[in-house]
């Protein structure tokens, strides 16, 4: 897998603190690094959108999980811009159900059907009763936690709209984008 910024990142400290090892994810806008906090040597992920900037999607995407914290939603940790790039560093989660279930021979038993699709639901009506629409609902973007195997998390807010006013209740309506 190309890693288009890691040339660019590979010898800095993002934000004074941040080393970035290696490449995790790819998409469409941006690319996700597994990093290290070199003060308290913990690993995050750090997810890098080359833009301008008045017109960044990580920084909507992190005004989403701000305001959308809670149980399976990945905590910011911090964002900023530097340089070209938006940079937002969130906690390090581990594989998603799509990988495991590859890795299960396409199979998961009765329990573990039973505890992901709880989650999913339970996480999915957290972001909807919060007035937002994920709108990229996948098995590649429900990822379990570390160390806990069996505590899921809906990532990738990038296309997440907000579908109702919090202050009127009423539907608002969204532009294609």
């Not at 396409?106 to 639901?121: H, M, P, R, S, Y």
């Not at 339970?122 to 806990?148: A, C, M, T, W």
Request: glycine share 8%; charged share 25%.
């Amino acid at each position: 897998m190309e890693c288009k910024y890691f040339k660019y990142f590979k010898s800095k400290l993002i934000f004074g603190k941040y080393s970035i090892k290696h490449l995790i994810a790819k998409g469409s806008f941006g690319e996700v690094y597994f990093g290290t906090n070199k003060i308290n040597g913990k690993n995050y992920a750090l997810k890098v959108e080359e833009t301008d900037k008045n017109n960044s999607l990580l920084k909507d995407e992190c005004y989403t999980l701000l305001n959308l914290r809670g149980p399976g939603i990945p905590s910011v940790i911090s964002f900023g811009v530097r340089g070209k790039f938006s940079i937002l560093v969130e906690n390090l989660l581990g594989e998603s159900i799509r990988n495991i279930w590859i890795d299960k021979d396409k199979k998961f038993n009765l329990n573990d059907t039973c505890i992901f699709a709880i989650q999913a639901i339970s996480i999915l009506e957290h972001v909807h009763s919060n007035n937002y629409l994920h709108r990229d609902i996948q098995p590649s973007n429900f990822l379990v936690g570390k160390p806990d195997n069996y505590r899921l998390y809906l990532i990738d807010f990038g296309n997440a709209k907000k579908y109702k006013s919090s202050r009127t209740g009423k539907h608002v309506k969204i532009l294609k984008n």
